[in-house]
């Protein structure tokens, strides 16, 4: 072995004098004791450490290149290593760089180094004392784990970020713990595993670090501040005393297993500003009933919330697009279950055995339903699968002993091996044309099943070849909607079907379907049905049929329609009037939802208003112009699904504002009085009037026509006072609407 180090160190000098380093491996470069790499930024990080020295400065250059790295597990378990010092030109120390130097006393950090990594100087046993220098910001996983001799670190304001179990089993850490069991570095949390009874995590604390709960069988419940803005992963991990955790809405991150196995936990909020719920976060947490997964939270992780038992009730925000591997398996009281439509990914075993789920909502956004996802969820009777999905995987719902009926949507291409294996009471299954493949045992032990299936599909193939029962069925028809209405008729319409032989209109009534009609030729795509009652709703079903070796095959899901007749005319007239108003009524219409007022101006008709109460049949209409004729109408609509249904207008209702008061002046004469007025707008003329007392009877003096401004009453009695008044009037339609009075009094001479 000597000889054969002896001539490749003699190899190596040969090169060096050449200029040239012998490649020990993929990139690497031998000099000296160090093996390095030379990095994309042309310098060099330090791989290995073949030397035996006690005393180390690691060079600040090799081949002429700053060091700047040291790598994984570069100087790994170099026993005689006692004196350390990292050039300042390095500002990474890479994981387990220094891990097992079990005779490393003194440690001298470049002043450049910003990252220590995970395990760097782990179980070094021999290490008294660190000084971090201030360009570090971040001391990752276990940097100083069972550095059991470590009794003094300067740790920086610079470090921002200190990773879990970092100093795991040094006196620095136990010395820190008996003053305060909550420890607390720069705002990071990083040990409370000495805790008991119930926690409050200090105000100043901004993070609860890695595995700082890890394992406290202590602790029975934490409140953490309103400035703490993530936890760690493990965090509370195996706390099995746990039993509620009020997090702040500050929290962003949760770091995966930060609730692990604490199967006393009972009550957690997730705040709405987590995105993330990691891998097993909150795995084995039995008592958790409920949770509540917010709005912003996009991925439910692998895990999260496996075998959490007594977890019944689950809300899922509408922002999660993706819920991992085994996340819900083993939820076993999880009953009822709604995936939104925002989810486009499922992850295999998602919801496996949880048998006590009875009813599933796929949302539209899922286009895959994996392996396993439903395997063993006993309990399942409904399950709606969205038209989005194009593939069911293998054992997707396995074992789901009770689920009785599946509708497979027509954008299903594929449907996995032993997808329903063993659902022993799926009695209907409807697979489109659209399946192109079935796997292996996909229906096996499905003893009570009979597939509806397209004749000669993929699906009647499979049916046939593997002693299944099937009902054959074709397309159902599409565009089955309302073409027009009535008072008494229904008229619908449809798309032509290039498979059937004919069609099946049915109306519900009486409580059960009822044909309309049959239709035997399969380009008749309309149909009336004819006298219905007026502003009723009706219910209509269309399936399309074909004859299929002399038996009729009828589409497997029926078309089904809500439609109403348009309700009765109303009939309108004037009810009201005056000087600047009219108020119409009408007859209450039966069926009716409301009413549409019309008036008619500016050469065409102008609606008033929308009348919401069927029962409201007046209405005023205000700001009018005196002694103007107006038109109106009236219609009655109805509401159904958002369409609205209505009358034929009524009659167009002429009306007009009563005249205006009349102004008018009044002098006396010898033995006579004087009225002299100003023409009303619209008024058809005027009747002057006289009362010999204030308190008398108007008598009638004349009726002048429109065009007529004065009259004088004459063979008056001197000195007696007499009173006037001038009434103004229209006519319309053989109907006078008068104007209003003011009376003037005068003493004739």
């Known amino acids: 072995m000597k000889k054969v180090f002896s001539l490749f160190t003699s190899l190596v000098m040969a090169f060096s004098l050449l200029g040239v380093m012998p490649v020990m491996g993929a990139g690497t470069i031998l000099s000296g004791n160090y093996e390095y790499d030379v990095l994309a930024d042309g310098t060099v990080e330090i791989v290995a450490y073949t030397g035996s020295a006690t005393d180390v400065t690691i060079p600040y250059e090799l081949g002429g290149k700053l060091v700047t790295s040291i790598g994984y597990r570069a100087f790994y378990d170099c026993n005689k290593l006692k004196n350390l010092t990292i050039p300042e030109t390095v500002t990474y120390i890479g994981n387990y760089a220094f891990y097992s130097c079990d005779a490393l006393a003194n440690l001298t950090i470049s002043k450049k180094a910003t990252v220590i990594g995970s395990s760097a100087f782990a179980y070094c046993p021999h290490l008294t004392n660190v000084t971090i220098p201030e360009s570090v910001t971040r001391i990752e996983d276990k940097a100083f784990y069972n550095c059991q001799s470590l009794g003094s670190i300067a740790i920086p304001e610079s470090v921002t970020s200190i990773g879990g179990d970092a100093f795991y089993n040094t006196p620095w850490l136990k010395n820190i713990r008996r003053e305060n069991p909550l420890v607390v570095v720069n705002g990071i949390l990083i040990d409370g595993t000495w805790c008991n009874g119930d926690v409050i995590i200090p105000d100043d604390v901004t993070s609860v670090g890695n595995n700082a709960f890890y394992g406290c069988t202590g602790v029975t419940s934490v409140t953490i501040p309103s400035g703490v803005t993530s936890i760690g992963y493990g965090a509370f991990s195996n706390c099995t005393n746990l039993v509620s955790v009020t997090i702040p809405d500050s929290v962003k991150s949760i770091g995966y297993q930060a609730f692990y196995y604490c199967e006393n936990l009972k009550n957690v909020t997730i705040p709405k500003g987590v995105t993330n719920i990691g891998y097993e976060t909150f795995y084995n947490c039995d008592s958790l009933t409920s949770i509540t997964i917010p709005d912003g939270v996009t991925k439910i992780g692998k895990t999260a919330f496996g075998s959490c038992d007594n977890l019944s009730?689950?809300?899922?925000?509408?922002?999660?697009?993706?819920?991992?591997?085994?996340?819900?398996?083993?939820?076993?009281?999880?009953?009822?279950?709604?995936?939104?439509?925002?989810?486009?990914?499922?992850?295999?075993?998602?919801?496996?055995?949880?048998?006590?789920?009875?009813?599933?909502?796929?949302?539209?956004?899922?286009?895959?339903?994996?392996?396993?996802?439903?395997?063993?969820?006993?309990?399942?009777?409904?399950?709606?699968?969205?038209?989005?999905?194009?593939?069911?995987?293998?054992?997707?719902?396995?074992?789901?002993?009770?689920?009785?009926?599946?509708?497979?949507?027509?954008?299903?291409?594929?449907?996995?091996?032993?997808?329903?294996?063993?659902?022993?009471?799926?009695?209907?299954?409807?697979?489109?044309?659209?399946?192109?493949?079935?796997?292996?045992?996909?229906?096996?032990?499905?003893?009570?099943?009979?597939?509806?299936?397209?004749?000669?599909?993929?699906?009647?193939?499979?049916?046939?070849?593997?002693?299944?029962?099937?009902?054959?069925?074709?397309?159902?028809?599409?565009?089955?909607?309302?073409?027009?209405?009535?008072?008494?008729?229904?008229?619908?319409?449809?798309?032509?079907?290039?498979?059937?032989?004919?069609?099946?209109?049915?109306?519900?009534?009486?409580?059960?379907?009822?044909?309309?009609?049959?239709?035997?030729?399969?380009?008749?795509?309309?149909?009336?049905?004819?006298?219905?009652?007026?502003?009723?709703?009706?219910?209509?079903?269309?399936?399309?049929?074909?004859?299929?070796?002399?038996?009729?095959?009828?589409?497997?899901?029926?078309?089904?329609?809500?439609?109403?007749?348009?309700?009765?005319?109303?009939?309108?007239?004037?009810?009201?009037?005056?000087?600047?108003?009219?108020?119409?009524?009408?007859?209450?219409?039966?069926?009716?939802?409301?009413?549409?007022?019309?008036q008619y101006k500016g050469g065409k008709w102008v609606r008033l208003t929308k009348i919401t109460s069927p029962s409201t049949i007046q209405y005023s209409v205000k700001g009018l112009a005196s002694g103007t004729t107006y038109k109106f109408r009236v219609r009655a609509y109805k509401m159904l699904s958002g369409k609205a249904y209505y009358s034929d207008y009524s009659s167009t209702v002429t009306a007009c504002t009563k005249p205006a008061t009349v102004k008018f002046t009044l002098t006396a004469g010898s033995r006579k009085a004087t009225v002299k007025w100003s023409k009303v707008t619209g008024a058809s003329?005027?009747?002057?009037?006289?009362?010999?007392?204030?308190?008398?009877?108007?008598?009638?003096?004349?009726?002048?026509?429109?065009?007529?401004?004065?009259?004088?009453?004459?063979?008056?009695?001197?000195?007696?006072?007499?009173?006037?008044?001038?009434k103004s009037y229209k006519t319309l339609d053989g109907k006078v609407y008068y104007g209003g009075i003011t009376s003037k009094s005068v003493k004739v001479k």
């Open 313 to 598: 009730d689950l809300a899922v925000g509408d922002s999660v697009t993706e819920i991992g591997e085994n996340a819900f398996d083993g939820c076993t009281s999880l009953k009822y279950l709604y995936i939104p439509d925002s989810v486009t990914t499922i992850g295999n075993y998602a919801y496996c055995n949880c048998d006590s789920i009875t009813s599933v909502t796929i949302g539209s956004g899922v286009t895959r339903i994996g392996e396993r996802v439903f395997m063993g969820c006993d309990n399942l009777v409904k399950v709606t699968i969205p038209e989005s999905v194009t593939s069911i995987g293998d054992y997707a719902f396995s074992y789901c002993e009770k689920l009785e009926n599946v509708t497979i949507p027509d954008s299903v291409k594929s449907i996995g091996n032993y997808t329903f294996s063993g659902c022993s009471q799926l009695k209907s299954l409807t697979i489109p044309r659209s399946v192109t493949s079935i796997g292996v045992y996909a229906f096996g032990d499905c003893e009570n099943l009979t597939i509806r299936c397209y004749a000669n599909s993929v699906a009647h193939q499979y049916a046939v070849e593997n002693g299944i029962k099937y009902w054959l069925t074709i397309s159902e028809p599409t565009g089955f909607n309302i073409d027009a209405t009535s008072t008494s008729s229904i008229r619908v319409k449809w798309n032509k079907s290039s498979t059937a032989d004919g069609y099946i209109l049915e109306q519900y009534k009486d409580q059960k379907w009822t044909r309309v009609t049959k239709i035997t030729n399969p380009s008749t795509v309309k149909y009336s049905v004819k006298g219905l009652a007026s502003g009723t709703t009706y219910w209509f079903r269309l399936k399309a049929y074909k004859k299929y070796d002399g038996n009729a095959i009828y589409s497997g899901n029926t078309c089904e329609l809500t439609a109403c007749t348009n309700p009765a005319t109303p009939k309108a007239k004037m009810a009201l009037n005056s000087s600047s108003s009219i108020r119409l009524s009408w007859d209450k219409i039966t069926g009716a939802g409301g009413y549409i007022v019309e």
């Open 685 to 726: 003329g005027y009747i002057v009037y006289y009362k010999t007392s204030a308190n008398g009877s108007w008598t009638r003096l004349k009726k002048v026509g429109s065009s007529t401004t004065s009259y004088t009453k004459t063979g008056l009695t001197g000195g007696k006072t007499y009173y006037f008044t001038v």
